[in-house]
């Protein structure tokens, strides 16, 4: 009973670090790069520190763990987990109140971002203090490893535990139900990343905000909330593994288990409590053992075709919110729902669906690499679709299109900001108050458009209220043909661009056919390998995933990102804040040009995989 009760509370765990890792951080990740004006690397780093956390203690325990109590090394785990959770909302407070008041609608209507006809021609704008500076980085990856080394017992230990103390007939439908409430963690994640990106909930006092500006193209939304319920929750959690941590016999079970292997061994190791069983003679085998699967060609190449795999999901979970945001127009609460409902679902089906063909056709170890090279080139093809539905970058007075008056138009002046129409409205640059003209550009704000009035729509909805903008200088057509009545209105101009529906089509089918193919790669892992090395193999894949995949890919892939950036968010020391605006077209092709080449590698390895068992 005492067994069952800590396999509940080992899903309940996972249901939590499966909420907070996998789901909703990625789901707020942009929301804090706003914030705290990260750039997208500095971000990915963030994400990457969890697998670094997890990485550095691993094999500790692995080793000690195993050879300990393990629901209490799981507890440990889960109140190190909690007091990461906790860490990572310490740069709300310490960051102060988000000043929205100085953003929002209400405030456009105030002269500070209208056109004053100064005659100097001057900013005399305070720029904007750096919040996010670095100390604010290092307490979120400080956090972030804290929560990787917490969860790394969950995982390690957790799925041990549970198939030593339930009934072997019952292994399964345990194992399953803990799976299950990893993948609930997720969508949950999801859900509330979701909800938070479109609610600022409580984290500055809601009905401020969010009944104002939450449709508003500065508008940052929360992140704070699935924090605070996950530490709140772990804690909880900790002390139910901590009521049940003591498992009488465990002990004693566990050196039955290396009975098999020697039985003298076991015997004398039992009067010590196990805790020599790999040390000494052992463990001078571990070079050996490491270089015996180095040559071992189908698993080395099987490993390195799901590490260049792996690299791309962690890209796609990561930074697919952001780019249907920079692509498509669409809002982050909208980004973070279309790509839960497109990515959770898709894979999900393709590895049931890998699982369902590995077992109807009886596949064989040939037969599993086979599938799984079918299913990476036919990915690969897939993806190419990517590279043709998108959407052009917005028309932006000064950046991407120059002013009316302003012939010679140089892409790479930052000064073309500053035209003769507003030459003398001393506008900030600190601040991006997007705002659209009916002569569809977007402008840098209400003051780079020269405009000098503004009335509020009162006709217009609740929630997306607008302000008409009147008597701008810089506006290109006449007056009679303006709409809503005025010159210029809040927000962004919408894109003319119909590609996000097949955008998520062709995302899901990627998707769908790289998962196809986890099952069986799975598969020739543990049949590439003999029987007593299967353990150490999966070991050795952990640290290679880690290693080359999850850590590396993320910052990697914010790098990339970055340097499609057209509009930086300038900082007062001189620095780059967060970026405001990407080149739509070279965001597109270097994002999913770095995952085919990645892909292209893992058909490599796959082939080479296949080839390696003929």
């Known amino acids: 009973t005492h067994g069952k009760c800590v396999v509940i509370a080992i899903s309940l ?84 109140k988000y000043d929205w008041e100085a953003r929002d609608l209400k405030n456009r209507t105030e002269d500070s971002n209208l056109c004053k006809n100064t005659t100097n021609g001057n900013n005399n704008s305070e720029c904007m203090s750096k919040s996010g500076d670095s100390i604010f980085m290092f307490l979120f990856m400080g956090a972030q490893i804290l929560i990787g080394v917490g969860s790394t017992p969950i995982y390690t230990l957790g799925t041990t535990y549970i198939d030593d103390n339930v009934k072997k007939s019952q292994a399964s439908i345990y194992l399953d139900g803990w799976m299950v409430a990893w993948l609930v963690g997720w969508i949950d994640g999801w859900t509330d990343g979701w909800m938070d990106g479109w609610m600022d909930g409580w984290m500055d006092g809601w009905m401020d905000g969010w009944m104002d500006g939450w449709m508003d193209d500065g508008w940052v939304g929360g992140w704070l909330d699935g924090w605070m319920d996950g530490w709140i929750n772990e804690f909880i959690v900790t002390f139910v593994v901590g009521i049940y941590a003591k498992v009488p016999g465990e002990r004693t079970r566990k050196c039955h288990k290396f009975e098999f292997v020697h039985f003298k061994m076991c015997s004398r190791l039992v009067e010590k409590g196990c805790n020599t069983l790999f040390e000494g003679k052992r463990v001078r085998y571990i070079p050996h053992a490491v270089m015996s699967l180095c040559t071992n060609v189908p698993y080395l190449c099987i490993s390195l075709c799901a590490t260049m795999e792996l690299s791309v999901v962690t890209g796609f979970i990561t930074f697919v919110p952001k780019f249907l945001e920079s692509q498509f127009g669409v809002s982050a609460s909208e980004a973070n729902l279309l790509t839960g409902v497109v990515i959770i679902p898709s894979a999900g089906g393709g590895i049931l669906l890998g699982g369902y063909i590995m077992n109807r056709l009886k596949l064989d170890l040939k037969g599993a690499a086979q599938w799984s090279l079918v299913s ?40 073309e900001f500053t035209a003769n129409c507003n030459l003398h409205c001393d506008c900030a640059i600190h601040s991006y108050s997007p705002v659209c003209g009916s002569d569809g550009i977007t402008y840098f704000s209400p003051c780079h458009a020269g405009c000098h009035k503004v009335l509020l729509i009162s006709n217009m909805p609740v929630l997306s209220p607008l302000q008409n903008y009147t008597d701008c200088s810089c506006y290109r057509i006449e007056e009679q043909k303006l709409r809503y009545g005025g010159h210029v209105i809040t927000g962004k101009c919408h894109r003319d661009c119909g590609t996000l529906a097949p955008f998520l089509v062709f995302l899901f089918i990627v998707t ?97 995989t296949w080839i390696s068992l003929r």
């Open 376 to 415: 990476a080139v036919v990915s690969l093809i897939c993806l190419a679709t990517l590279f043709t539905v998108g959407c052009h970058t917005i028309n932006i007075g000064g950046l991407t299109i120059p002013y009316s008056d302003s012939p010679n138009f140089d892409h790479q002046a930052p000064s």
């Open 512 to 608: 769908f056919i790289t998962c196809c193919a986890q099952v069986p790669a799975m598969m020739v892992t543990l049949r590439s390998v003999k029987k007593e090395e299967r353990p150490f193999a999966l070991g050795i894949q952990f640290v290679l995933f880690r290693t080359l995949a999850y850590i590396p890919a993320p910052i990697y892939y914010g790098a990339t990102i970055d340097t499609a950036c057209i509009l930086w968010q300038p900082l007062c020391n001189g620095d780059k804040g967060a970026c405001w605006e990407y080149d739509a077209t070279r965001f597109r092709f270097l994002y999913f040009g770095l995952s085919a080449g990645l892909k292209a590698m893992s058909v490599l390895f796959v082939f080479m």
């Open 13 to 96: 765990l996972t249901l939590v670090q499966s909420m907070l890792v996998s789901g909703y951080l990625s789901s707020v990740i942009t929301t804090i790069e706003k914030r705290f004006e990260l750039h997208s690397s500095q971000s990915g780093l963030i994400v990457s520190s969890y697998e670094i956390g997890s990485l550095l203690v691993v094999v500790f325990i692995s080793y000690f763990g195993g050879l300990g109590h393990r629901p209490k090394w799981i507890g440990y785990g889960a109140f190190l987990l909690a007091l990461g959770a906790a860490l990572f909302t310490l740069p709300h407070y310490l960051a102060g």
